[in-house]
């Protein structure tokens, strides 16, 4: 009992001291955020993908004289442009593989009228592109990769041609499967996001009538399953999806406006929340767990990027860099994020650097994915406090920082946020 009852003031004195260290010594100095580049003659430049460790990031330029041309950058090879498919007119990027062996997206065919049409799009790791669209169907005139599972197993999209668009799963065993139509008629339809096993699938339906764009979820078990919208919704639609299937992200439209969304295993909506004079906002990726979520809405100063966490809401992602010590010098803004990888650390997407339409790649630092609500009931209180302590020394979800070790600052960072994450 003696023995017990010393550790209790042991843990408080520790739990002290941590809390003022971490708050004397401010954030992380590993944040940053660089532009990739830009081939020669380019008009703009977006990254589009990244890969789940952060070290690939993937995207398309639009140049002045010649060809769309898709990209693949590394930290160390930098820019590289990706093979053009013989009797295109470019390509456009729409996402990578976790394990980067494989981008996705379409091969865009230009006629002397100026009609465009697309086909999808493989590109390998070496760069060389196939057409994809032959693949996912030989009859369709149109065809568009929208994403692919980490091993480049599974890819989703969606075929058709300029009246109509059937959402499609494809795998080397089953080859294209039809993803079944919800109830009530929808006419067209698009797969946009897969988890990281190619086991779910998300998208959206659209049709004449109010909601006008429906959203859903699809596993070989439950078929196609429609995704919860808020009452007088006029349009829902699904961007991205957690690797582990769990949460689907988007956007939902009522008569009030547009809101950012994650839905849950179950199909239940919850809203992202909005910052003060930001309209038409979109979530367009979310980490490994779903614990972060990337998009962009428009403001008055015009398109911006924001990050939002369960514990943290929604942030511009120019303050959330800001705030932990970055230069932003030489961005006018961070105008769309629209991939973040499996930790959550690593962003990328588009913003104007210098007066030019640039991809960049902005890294949040060793935590940025970590929450202190280590059990996920919406507040961080003594259970969390017991799982970090429980996790003392090791490694884990309760290294908030992401130095390796579970210790003092990771201590001081849960006590910052007590209560309803910190609210």
């Not at 940053?32 to 995207?59: E, Y």
């Not at 057409?131 to 369709?140: I, N, Q, R, W, Y």
């Not at 979820?217 to 399953?225: H, I, K, P």
């Not at 629209?338 to 930790?343: E, F, G, L, P, W």
Request: aromatic share 8%; proline share 5%; with cysteine.
């Amino acid at each position: 009992m003696n023995s017990a009852v010393k550790v209790v003031p042991s843990l408080a004195s520790t739990a002290l001291l941590a809390a003022v260290a971490w708050a004397a010594a401010g954030p992380a100095a590993a944040q940053s955020i660089r532009s990739l580049g830009a081939p020669p003659s380019a008009v703009f430049t977006i990254a589009k993908g990244i890969s789940a460790d952060g070290s690939t990031v993937v995207g398309y330029s639009n140049s002045a004289s010649g060809p769309d041309r898709a990209f693949r950058w590394t930290a160390d090879g930098g820019l590289r442009l990706l093979d053009v498919f013989p009797g295109s007119d470019g390509g456009w990027v729409q996402a990578i593989s976790g394990d980067g062996s494989a981008v996705v997206g379409q091969h865009v065919f230009r006629s002397p009228g100026g009609t465009t049409h697309s086909r999808a799009a493989l590109w390998n790791a070496a760069g060389q592109a196939s057409d994809f669209g032959a693949v996912l169907s030989s009859t369709s005139i149109a065809s568009v990769a929208m994403a692919v599972s980490s091993d480049a197993g599974v890819i989703v999209g969606f075929v058709g041609d300029s009246s109509v668009s059937i959402p499609v799963r494809w795998n080397a065993v089953e080859g294209t499967v039809v993803l079944p139509r919800l109830p009530g008629g929808p006419v067209y339809g698009r797969a946009t996001a897969v988890s990281a096993d190619g086991s779910v699938v998300a998208g959206y339906f659209s049709t004449y009538i109010n909601p006008k764009d429906r959203p859903f979820r699809w596993t070989a078990g439950t078929g196609t399953v429609a995704l919860q919208l808020p009452p007088g919704a006029v349009r829902g639609i699904a961007r991205g999806i957690s690797a582990d299937g769990q949460f689907i992200v988007g956007n939902v439209v009522t008569a009030a406006g547009g809101r950012p969304v994650r839905w849950n295993a179950a199909g239940q909506l919850e809203d992202l929340g909005l910052l003060a004079g930001w309209t038409l906002p979109d979530a367009r990726a979310a980490n490994a767990d779903g614990s972060v979520i990337i998009g962009s809405a428009v403001t008055k100063e015009g398109d911006r990027a924001f990050v939002w966490t369960e514990c943290g809401g929604i942030v511009p992602l120019e303050q959330r860099l800001t705030e932990q010590g970055v230069d932003l010098e030489g961005w006018y803004a961070l105008s769309e994020a629209h991939a973040v990888d499996a930790s959550g650390r690593f962003v990328a997407g588009v913003g104007n650097f210098n007066g030019s339409t640039r991809p960049f790649l902005a890294d949040l630092g060793p935590g940025a994915g970590r929450s202190p609500d280590l059990d996920r009931d919406g507040a961080v209180g003594g259970i969390d406090l017991g799982l970090m302590l429980a996790g003392w020394g090791g490694t884990g979800a309760a290294d908030l920082d992401g130095s390796g070790e579970i210790g003092g600052t990771d201590l001081g960072l849960l006590l910052a946020s007590w209560g309803v994450c910190g609210g």
